[in-house]
């Protein structure tokens, strides 16, 4: 690569890191007018317009980098990512068949993790989800801290084999590495918070509940939630006004995965 343009993409991920998404797109968008090693800067600028929640412009520059090297499957992890955060199912999953068929191995693992998960074979995804955690990974291409979302990812597996203890703990380890990234903070507290009811620890879980519904206040799944944990806890007041909430939002509002 093109040192000025590692120096400039370099700059842009620190920026990016710090959450200064301003000073990350200019440093980018200075990579970008140098005109070489444009694979990478597309990749940059696609994952500053995801964590700002820019889908379209997230989506622009993952199909340019896709054009630029159709054998990577970078792109194409990222797009799923992107796909994931606009609940467009049928895309996000063929841009993990994708990644799983390309040649940088720990993308292909954690390709094949989520590719398991959906197929329901939770143990088989926590084994590639782990096999992806041994894998060094050079972090400027990817939109957030990818370790937590895997640690995020083997929760959800766990808390689906009903093995809670270990999911806390890795919904634990998702919750503090991901605190910034908002689209994906209110399902690691619900997720979190169940868990902790599952466990008997329901201060806990209300606690993570009222975060999820105060970051996501259609959050209907998270609403019930709390509901269910205040009745447990003999507060009915609390879960009767909550459960008209409840009745408010329809089944159908999103909330994120």
Do not use: F, M, S
């Given at each position: 690569m093109d040192k000025k343009v590692y120096d400039m993409l370099l700059s842009s991920?620190?920026?990016m890191n710090q959450q200064n998404f301003h000073s990350a797109s200019q440093f980018a968008n200075e990579a970008l007018e140098i005109g070489s090693d444009l694979f990478d800067v597309h990749l940059q600028l696609g994952n500053i317009g995801l964590v700002t929640d820019r889908f379209d412009e997230a989506h622009f520059h993952y199909l340019?980098?896709?054009?630029?090297d159709p054998r990577s499957n970078k792109p194409?992890?990222?797009?799923?990512?992107?796909?994931?955060?606009?609940?467009?199912?049928?895309q996000e999953m063929h841009c993990w068949t994708s990644a799983a068929g390309k040649e940088d191995g720990h993308i292909r693992a954690v390709a094949h993790g989520v590719l398991a998960f959906e197929a329901k074979q939770y143990k088989q995804a926590l084994g590639f989800f782990s096999d992806a955690l041994l894998w060094e990974v050079e972090e400027l291409y990817l939109p957030y801290a990818e370790n937590p979302w895997i640690y995020y990812m083997m929760g959800k597996s766990l808390f689906n084999l009903k093995q809670f203890a270990d999911a806390e703990q890795y919904f634990e380890r998702a919750e503090e590495g991901l605190r910034s990234q908002l689209p994906l903070q209110p399902r690691v507290y619900y997720l979190l918070g169940r868990t902790k009811?599952?466990?008997?620890?329901?201060?806990?879980?209300?606690?993570?509940f009222e975060h999820a519904v105060q970051l996501l206040p259609e959050y209907r799944d998270a609403w019930m939630g709390l509901v269910r944990t205040e009745m447990r806890l003999g507060l009915f007041r609390a879960a009767y006004a909550h459960f008209l909430r409840v009745l408010e939002l329809s089944e159908e509002r999103p909330h994120p995965d």
């Open positions: 991920w620190t920026a340019k980098a896709q054009e630029l194409d992890y990222n797009l799923a990512l992107a796909y994931q955060r606009k609940r467009n199912k049928q009811w599952h466990l008997g620890k329901n201060k806990e879980a209300r606690c993570l």
